[in-house]
């Protein structure tokens, strides 16, 4: 069996399998007690999670650029928050890396049972996924997960959470029929929103708030649109057309700071005209 440390300096002239031990080498080698990096050995689930859900997005940001040649590091960066996560399960006895991918790959095995089993490859993308949740839905049943809701998790961005909790109910539903009616409920929202920033505390302004927001959430759930993309791609416009607001300051000698609104609507009135998007 090689030391870590001969994995750790393999030629990089290996196949998938040796570059992926050389990955798990390295981790072992960071988390050492006795001769690892003090910062690794510090770190645990709770510290170590937020990075794995910075990396999670670094990897859906670079392909939203289509940056191909970030992706890879990207997915590198993330591919080690895995690793990193096992080997600290495998330090406390949970479980270890080669559980995990045990794990996965039956997982993927048992839900297309229509490519490694007996079912048709004969269906339809619709029917695949509604053949998807019958089997996801099975596996939480054997997970005693019985609520309908149950499973959706907790740690997820709020607007793809509120999406899966709504498709959750939908499945079995309690949704709309129409989007018609998904705007006449935002317009109500909006209404409770407005009066009760005059009547109600800052909780209760926060809580109508969300309301709102759980509703524009579920318009684009009937809309086909994934309200988090969308919402990014309107983060990267924001930050491109105040870009150019930026620019154009400069060329009179000035920074945001020493503007004022009116100026600086203008010049987000021409970034839009010369189609800054």
């Given at each position: 069996m090689p030391?870590?440390?001969?994995?750790?300096?393999?030629?990089?002239?290996?196949?998938?399998?040796?570059?992926?031990?050389?990955?798990?080498?390295?981790?072992?080698?960071?988390?050492?007690?006795?001769?690892?990096?003090?910062w690794d050995i510090e770190q645990d689930?709770?510290?170590?999670?937020?990075?794995?859900?910075?990396?999670?997005?670094?990897?859906?940001?670079?392909?939203?650029?289509?940056?191909?040649?970030?992706?890879?590091?990207?997915?590198?960066?993330?591919?080690?928050?895995?690793v990193y996560h096992a080997q600290m399960a495998g330090e406390a006895g949970h479980f270890d890396i080669l559980g995990v991918l045990k794990s996965i790959n039956d997982k993927m095995v048992s839900r297309h049972p229509h490519v490694f089993g007996a079912e048709s490859?004969?269906?339809?993308?619709?029917?695949?996924?509604?053949?998807?949740?019958?089997?996801?839905?099975?596996?939480?049943?054997?997970?005693?997960?019985?609520?309908?809701?149950?499973g959706v998790a907790l740690g997820l961005p709020a607007l793809t959470r509120a999406l899966k909790l709504q498709r959750r109910a939908a499945r079995v539903g309690f949704d709309w029929p129409s989007t018609a009616e998904v705007i006449d409920k935002i317009?109500?929202?909006?209404?409770?929103?407005?009066?009760?920033?005059?009547?109600?505390?800052?909780?209760?302004?926060?809580?109508?708030?969300?309301?709102?927001?759980?509703?524009?959430?579920?318009?684009?759930?009937?809309?086909?649109?994934?309200?988090?993309?969308?919402?990014?791609?309107?983060?990267?416009?924001f930050t491109r057309r105040f870009a150019h607001i930026e620019s154009e300051l400069r060329k009179l000698g000035k920074a945001p700071a020493d503007s004022d609104l009116a100026e600086m609507d203008a010049l987000w009135n021409d970034a839009k005209a010369r189609g800054v998007k």
């Open positions: 030391k870590p440390t001969d994995l750790i300096i393999f030629d990089e002239t290996g196949d998938v399998r040796d570059q992926f031990a050389r990955l798990v080498a390295i981790m072992e080698c960071l988390r050492d007690p006795q001769t690892g990096c003090p689930f709770d510290t170590i999670a937020p990075y794995t859900i910075e990396e999670a997005h670094e990897v859906a940001d670079a392909i939203e650029r289509r940056a191909w040649g970030e992706l890879q590091g990207e997915l590198g960066d993330l591919a080690l928050q895995v490859r004969d269906k339809s993308a619709e029917q695949q996924t509604e053949d998807w949740e019958k089997i996801k839905a099975a596996e939480r049943a054997g997970k005693d997960e019985r609520g309908v809701l149950d317009v109500e929202e909006a209404q409770e929103l407005n009066e009760a920033r005059t009547t109600l505390g800052a909780d209760e302004i926060a809580e109508e708030y969300g309301d709102l927001l759980f509703v524009m959430v579920n318009l684009g759930r009937h809309l086909g649109i994934d309200p988090e993309a969308a919402l990014r791609a309107t983060n990267g416009k």
